[in-house]
């Protein structure tokens, strides 16, 4: 991008195609550049490294991730499974309409049959039928701090997980497997929390106030300072949610008369603001490169649609690590394509930050990039730094801009101080200015512990998806039945996980998904594998195609049928 870059994002500036004397062949930018070609369906590369990059220039350092295809027959019975489930559902269903099952969840009065309903009906359908289930598995209170082991609230249910009950009893010492502690700064001892009872004691937990009123303090600048300096970026600007900077901050960026085109996979903050922004939204495939050059080739050829006028703005939209898939976008090729279409590129960093990168800086420093070449940075605080927020970066008239024009900067209440000092300690202590190598320690036992715990799931049989470098790591569980199984049958050995199915995974691909951490320790890992190796067995969920074990029925086990 040219120095004025930013400034046309800001005022509209129009996007033209630059040809450069070249004919686009039918692979388009992506052979003319010697990037590797993608395949042509999504997620199905039979072998581990077909993904690998084999162009030097583009990667300094080699790109593997692994999307194993779903064996057939675990597809058939996964969908079987699921339609044994909704024909028991609409049985249910009726027994309760006749009032011989009671029914717990809320339904339209008889006086409103006539009204638009309230609820959605199959999401009702799918929530007391399917979801309940397996509820147990989610909103478990703990009752520690969540670092690498964890305390929970026992509690039980007596109406098959419709409500619960806590017994007042503690499960102690769970391995935590499931959150975003990356670096192991969610601890309430050591230099972080010191520095944020300081913070405490100086400012108060809360400001009540927004920044452009009364709530800007030196703390909230200094933040913004450091992590501008952090992220190599002229400026940066800090907000208190992090759902909330993209999903107030995309509206300010794009209106009508632009374009987004947005990554399949990205989150719901993003598909959000994207929508609030009334902005025309395009989708490509999650990590193709060719599915997104024909979006960018397309928009530009014809611009909008009936005027056919061309775009304000083309506005890609991509995150650095896909929390559901462990998958790390292909920034270098990115790039390449928006420079090349003149678009502008919205990079959001909530899991990358002080998780890749040989600094921690996040998924440009991972591929060794300039940050310029990202107009608008992204990210969180309530991941690798262990605190709450988000921040977005890049030159200083973009960054001027947001705070006169975001409506999370002009209407939210500011960062609350103590938090924007976790944030400043961790921040220095991955920098190494706290005159320590712990953040450089921390940065090297994740991209170890990472290493290792997937290499060891893989020797084991199972099928994971992701980068090779992603802390991120989901286990693919596919059938609906053992997915409350497989988090039960884990904490019953204390281990502490995510179990994720349908609609936040494709309805086949229900997973099991692992946050590796800093803080965690070998014997910590070889526990939890050693507990996944011995559910794996007792659930036949080793589908990894170097074994091809039969699967069970998961969808008639005695569990999934008793548990409603």
């Not at 120095?3 to 004919?23: E, I, P």
């Amino acid at each position: 991008m040219t120095g004025s870059s930013a400034t046309k994002l800001l005022n509209g500036g129009v996007c033209h195609r630059s040809v450069n004397g070249k004919n686009a062949s039918k692979n388009g930018f992506v052979k003319n550049h010697c990037l590797f070609e993608q395949p042509r369906k999504y997620r199905r590369p039979g072998e581990k490294n077909q993904n690998a990059t084999h162009n030097s220039s583009l990667y300094k350092k080699p790109f593997a991730e692994s999307f194993e295809e779903t064996p057939l027959l675990v597809a058939v019975l996964t969908y079987m499974g699921y339609g044994i489930l909704t024909i028991f559902g609409y049985l249910r269903d009726f027994l309760r309409h006749w009032n011989i099952e009671k029914c717990h969840v809320a339904r339209e009065r008889d006086e409103q049959k006539d009204f638009v309903p309230l609820y959605q009906d199959f999401e009702n359908f799918y929530t007391r039928n399917l979801y309940m289930r397996i509820r147990d598995n989610w909103n478990r209170p703990i009752c520690s701090v969540p670092g690498a082991k964890v305390n929970l609230v026992e509690r039980v249910t007596h109406n098959y997980n419709w409500t619960f009950e806590h017994t007042g009893k503690v499960v102690k010492e769970v391995i935590n497997m499931g959150s975003y502690n990356y670096l192991g700064f969610a601890e309430n001892v050591g230099t972080c929390a010191d520095a944020a009872v300081e913070a405490t004691h100086k400012y108060g937990v809360g400001v009540a106030s927004t920044r452009c009123e009364m709530g800007n303090l030196d703390i909230h600048e200094e933040l913004e300072q450091l992590a501008a300096r952090f992220l190599g970026v002229e400026s940066s600007m800090s907000f208190g949610m992090g759902f909330a900077t993209n999903s107030m901050n995309i509206p300010a960026l794009t209106g009508k008369g632009c374009l987004i085109l947005s990554d399949e996979l990205n989150h719901a903050s993003l598909v959000l603001g994207a929508r609030l922004s009334a902005s025309t939204i395009r989708v490509f495939k999650h990590n193709n490169m060719q599915s997104l050059e024909k979006l960018l080739r397309d928009a530009i050829v014809h611009g909008q649609p009936r005027t056919h006028r061309p775009w304000k703005k083309i506005l890609i939209v991509v995150e650095g690590i896909y929390s559901m898939e462990g998958s790390i976008v292909r920034l270098p090729e990115v790039i390449a394509l928006k420079k090349r279409y003149k678009a502008y590129l919205y990079l959001d960093e909530a899991h990358s930050i002080g998780a890749l990168g040989p600094n921690g800086k996040g998924v440009v420093d991972y591929f060794g990039l300039d940050p310029r070449d990202v107009d608008i940075m992204m990210g969180t605080f309530t991941k690798s730094f262990g605190a709450a927020g988000g921040y977005i970066g890049g030159r200083k008239d973009l960054i001027d801009y947001l705070r006169c024009h975001s409506h999370s900067a002009l209407y939210a209440t500011s960062m609350s101080p103590p938090v924007a000092q976790q944030i400043i300690t961790s921040m220095k202590i991955i920098m190494g200015e706290d005159g320590t190598s712990l953040g450089a320690s921390r940065l090297r036992q994740l991209s170890e512990n990472t290493t290792y715990f997937r290499r060891r799931l893989r020797e084991l049989g199972f099928i994971i998806y992701g980068n090779d470098d992603s802390p991120v790591v989901p286990l693919m569980l596919y059938m609906p039945a053992k997915i409350g199984a497989f988090g039960r049958e884990m904490l019953k050995r204390n281990i502490g996980t995510v179990v994720v199915g349908f609609p936040a995974t494709p309805i086949i691909e229900s997973r099991a998904r692992f946050c590796v951490s800093a803080a965690h320790t070998r014997e910590m890992l070889d526990t939890a594998l050693g507990a996944i190796s011995e559910v794996g067995e007792l659930l036949q969920i080793k589908y990894s195609r170097r074994q091809q074990p039969l699967p069970s029925l998961g969808w008639m086990s005695e569990e999934s049928l008793l548990q409603d």
